[in-house]
Nanobody, 122 residues
């Protein structure tokens, strides 16, 4: 079984910064894409940023220039550096591991973390 554990959320003032981390554990052979999604109250979950094992990145237009995603393939860990935070960034942030190859299993699987709350407020 694969588990994703997020950390780094919290309360920050507008204009501040936070760094989220997500560590995947288990019998992982490889993870093609690791990403961060968020869901605000009353809204659908949306992609924030994603990064492939080769380092290609994709960002939501609303966070371009403010957020940076990175990963450590050897440690199956993904990070999200969030700068210039705005109140509209307030949401639960979820880590995702897409097309994961697990030892002893055929196919590729999708996994989610439990979420970490980010609140931007003065």
């Amino acid at each position: 079984q694969v588990q994703l554990v997020e950390s780094g959320g919290g309360l920050v003032q507008p204009g501040g910064s936070l760094r989220l981390s997500c560590a995947a554990s288990g019998s992982i052979v490889s993870i093609h894409v690791m990403g961060w999604y968020r869901q605000a109250p009353g809204k659908q979950r949306e992609l924030v940023a994603a990064i492939t094992s080769g380092g290609s990145t994709n960002y939501a237009d609303s966070v371009k220039g403010r957020f940076t995603i990175s990963r450590d393939n050897a440690k199956s860990t993904v990070f999200l550096q969030m700068n210039s935070l705005k109140p509209e960034d307030t949401a639960v942030y979820y880590c995702n591991a897409d097309r994961t190859v697990v030892a002893g299993n055929s196919g590729r699987y999708d996994y989610w973390g439990q979420g970490t709350q980010v609140t931007v407020s003065s």
